[in-house]
């Protein structure tokens, strides 16, 4: 079946890197995508990457993808206070219906 | 450029109700998308609607029910409000193309008494 699965904490200090990991099962998963929840707000898209890519990187933001492994991890360089939400990885697949399946996301916190 | 736009963003019902969520998607897209979630939960996929046709249903009971206008705007309904009902119904609008990633509202919060 298919799955996304993460780790539910992460506590980093202030100026430090983040990394946030994600497994899936789905192998013929097309696109991997990053959300942003902060309190009491919706998804905020971060970055995506296609399966055909191994990295990304965009801003403080880097991206990197194991295919083999179906392992997928966001790093975030410098983390700021300002950078503490849930962070959601979710796979989606080409095909008729585009339907993306999100993990139950990872609360960053950043201590000052 | 206005983002998508759900209302409204809190609501009280009790067991047995019915209500109506709505959501304006983002200009120029076609495709509209509800997700349930639930406290400390991932978003549950619930309908994709593209060009007003019913692209995808997720795994919940037929009192859900949704539809999208010309305008591309969407209505969710939901029959018989159970407590379980209770969470954040999103609403994300993308272009509809595959590649094209999924925007999101800020969300109804839905509370069942």
């Known amino acids: 079946g298919e799955d996304v699965e993460q780790s539910l904490f992460l506590s980093v200090r202030e100026g430090d890197s983040s990394v946030i990991n994600c497994t899936y099962t789905d192998s013929s998963s097309t696109y991997l995508y990053w959300y942003k929840q902060e309190p009491g707000a919706g998804l905020q898209l971060l970055t995506y990457i296609f399966s055909n890519m191994d990295m990304k990187q965009d801003q403080r933001l880097t991206v990197l993808l194991n295919k083999k492994d179906k392992h997928l991890s966001l790093r975030i360089a410098d983390t700021q206070t300002g950078d503490s939400a849930i962070y959601f990885c979710a796979e989606g697949r080409t095909g008729g219906s585009y339907i993306p399946t999100f993990g139950r996301g990872t609360s960053l916190i950043v201590h000052p | 450029d206005a983002g998508v736009t759900q209302s409204p963003t809190h609501l009280i019902k009790t067991r047995g109700q019915h209500v109506t969520l709505r959501c304006s998607p983002i200009s120029g897209h076609k495709s509209v998308s509800w997700y349930q979630q639930v406290l400390g939960q991932g978003p549950q996929f619930i309908f994709q609607?593209?060009?007003?046709?019913?692209?995808g249903r997720g795994n919940f009971p037929d009192r859900f029910s949704a539809r999208q206008f010309p305008n591309y705007s969407s209505e969710l309904n939901v029959n018989a409000l159970l407590l379980g009902d209770s969470a954040l119904y999103l609403c994300?609008?993308?272009?509809?193309?595959?590649?094209?990633?999924?925007?999101f509202g800020d969300g109804t919060r839905l509370s069942i008494l």
């Open positions: 609607y593209y060009e007003k046709e019913e692209r």
């Open positions: 994300a609008s993308s272009l509809g193309h595959p590649h094209q990633p999924q925007h």
